[in-house]
């Protein structure tokens, strides 16, 4: 079973927009992380959040997590062609000694120029 | 480049015959991973390995088997091969207890005829 689910599952949005997507997840979290997909390729991570953290920001990127509401949002600022992708939101959390990540499946970014 | 690679890039197989997909990172990582992906379904574990040595059950292990040879390589194995195993299989490791962020391989297209 899925523990994050992305919404909306598609945007389009023109260059220079902001986007905004976000997660919801079941159960408890140690951390959520949000990774991005080109098109025929593997996923990349893009940045992490501490259950203990409200807000995060890297580069463009800034992430939220309310973990009373069990929900996180990215935002893309000023948005690009170059960030159209699939963007997928991954909760982890402990399992004996490995490190496990359940992912959504994923909201579809298009970028028009 | 330092990274996760995974061979073959793409693959097809008849219903019933085996094949293994292999998976190696030069990252020294402990942990390693293969996940399937499907249209709308998002990344779901198939098996993990903590640490060289060690194997688990993911949440869709029924059909596949895994080897970790050593610290780099972790192998993914199809016995016989059904048309439901037709997906893009991707390979992932991390650094284990202190690092959460995953490294992707690009993936494994199985197309099962």
């Known amino acids: 079973s899925q523990q994050g689910e992305e919404d909306p599952q598609a945007l389009s949005i023109q260059e220079g927009e902001n986007a905004t997507m976000n997660c919801s997840y079941k159960t408890s979290i140690n951390n959520l992380q949000w990774y991005r997909q080109n098109s025929g390729r593997g996923l990349v991570h893009l940045i992490l959040?501490?259950?203990?953290?409200r807000e995060k920001h890297s580069g463009r990127l800034r992430v939220t997590l309310d973990t009373s509401k069990k929900s996180s949002s990215l935002l893309i600022t000023a948005s690009r062609a170059a960030d159209t992708a699939s963007y997928f939101c991954a909760t982890g959390k402990d399992s004996g000694s490995a490190r496990q990540l359940t992912f959504g499946s994923g909201t579809q970014l298009t970028v028009l120029p | 480049n330092a990274g996760v690679t995974q061979t073959p890039k793409f693959q097809v197989l008849k219903t019933g015959q085996s094949m293994t997909l292999q998976c190696a990172q030069d990252m020294n990582h402990n942990s390693m991973y293969w996940y399937r992906q499907d249209p709308g379904m998002g990344l779901r574990l198939i098996y993990y390995?903590?640490?060289?040595?060690?194997?688990d059950k993911g949440e869709v292990p029924n059909g596949y088997n895994v080897s970790r040879l050593n610290k780099r390589e972790f192998s993914l194995r199809l016995e016989s091969a059904a048309p439901s195993q037709t997906s893009v299989y991707f390979c992932?490791?991390?650094?284990?207890?202190?690092?959460?962020?995953?490294?992707f391989g690009s993936g494994t297209r199985l197309t099962v005829v």
């Open positions: 390995s903590a640490s060289e040595g060690t194997t």
């Open positions: 992932a490791s991390s650094n284990g207890p202190n690092s959460y962020g995953y490294t």
């Open positions: 959040i501490r259950s203990n953290e």
